[in-house]
Structures are given as C-alpha cells and as structure tokens.
C-alpha cells in the first residue's frame, strides 16, 4: 500500500542533532540534501492513533450490547493483542509473523528528486535541503512580555506543501483497519503542539 504525506503546514523532522552556531534543531536529510521522515518514527505515531482507534471501536461495540455502564470499558486484552500482531513489540523481529505491517521511510517522489538535482547539481546538499525548507527563529517571553535573555532559538522547518510517499507492507484483510488508523494522523514530526507537521494521508491507489 502507497500512501502520499501532504504537508498542510511548516514541518520539523527532526534529526535529534544541533549545529554549533546555528540551528539548534536540524532536520533528517540524505546525502543528497532531501529530507525524508523514518518509518519507524510513524510507526510509533500510528500505534498511538490505532490503540486509540481500538478503543473507540471496542467501547461502541460493548454499548450495544450492554446498558450495564460497568461492562463498556474496552478489552485491554483484544487491543493489546491487535497491536502486537499488526505492530509486534519493542525488539520484535519475529519474521514468521505475516500480519506485522512494515513502513518505509517518507521520502519526496523520484520524479521530484531528479528535477532538484537537474537544477541545482549533485554535491550540493546544502543547497538543496536550502531550497526546500527554510530556519525560524523562536524565542520564549516573561510574564512581563518581554524576550528572556537566553531562550533565542534556531530551527529548521520543511516547505508546507511538500508531497512526501511511503510504501506500508499490509495484508489485504487489514487495509481497511489500517486505512481508517491512517485518516485519524493529522500531526507528525517535532513541535505539534506549536502548529508544526499537520498533514494529509491519503492512499495511492
């Protein structure tokens, strides 16, 4: 299954690394200067929303059944259970488990790739990452609404408006269930809760 990451909004993936004397939070990119955004790091978000999305499913289940309010609760069980078949566990690389889904990095499109590189040249990483994402500035204020000395900051977002696609290996009983945990990601990336990283999942048929 292809699926296609829009950037709605300015978006930091970041690398977890700074640079001495300039940004204090960079972001992932290749040698080539394209960043790209790891399948493992979505995995995790996607585990969050799918555990979520369980739930909720789960719980309308057991309220049609019941009116007892003390029998609505969600199966921790089923749900842990349907999380560790689709997701495994921390270290598990169980390769005998077919239903375990797999993504791969988010990367920008071949055809895009190739156009930059027509453009600006190979050996120009810098250049590149330069001309698809740009630094903001941040600073933190006092209660007095002021800039507190210090707190000046530098980071590295990614172009909204970027079109980033990931391959998810998935067996075809559980692409409705992973289609549906795909529609409740709006946020990726570092700073959510500041308006970075909102994005648009869609699947490429």
């Known amino acids: 299954m292809k699926i296609r990451m829009q950037l ?28 790209y955004y790891k399948g493992g790091t979505f995995k995790g978000i996607f585990r969050e929303e799918m555990e979520n999305y369980l739930a909720w499913i789960l719980s309308g289940e057991k309220e049609n059944k019941t009116t007892d309010v003390r029998l609505r609760q969600p199966s921790l069980c089923s749900i842990k259970a349907e999380l560790e078949r689709l997701l495994g566990t921390g270290g598990d690389d169980n390769i005998y ?8 990095d988010f990367t920008l499109s071949d055809y895009v790739k190739g156009q930059i590189l027509a453009e600006i040249g190979t050996g120009q990483a810098y250049n590149v990452l330069n001309a698809l994402s740009h630094v903001r500035t941040f600073t933190a204020m006092s209660p007095e609404g002021t800039v507190q000395e210090g707190t000046l900051r530098q980071c590295r977002c990614i172009n909204k408006g970027l079109n980033f696609y990931s391959e998810i290996k998935c067996s075809q009983k559980d692409e409705q269930l992973v289609k549906d945990v795909l529609s409740m990601i709006k946020w990726v990336g570092t700073m959510r809760s500041r308006g970075f990283g909102k994005v648009k999942l869609t699947v490429v048929e």
């Open 8 to 35: 709605m909004s300015d978006a930091i993936f970041g690398n977890g690394e700074s640079i001495p004397g300039g940004e204090d939070i960079s972001v992932l990119s290749d040698e080539n200067g394209f960043p």
């Open 97 to 104: 488990n077919t239903d375990k889904l797999v993504f791969s």
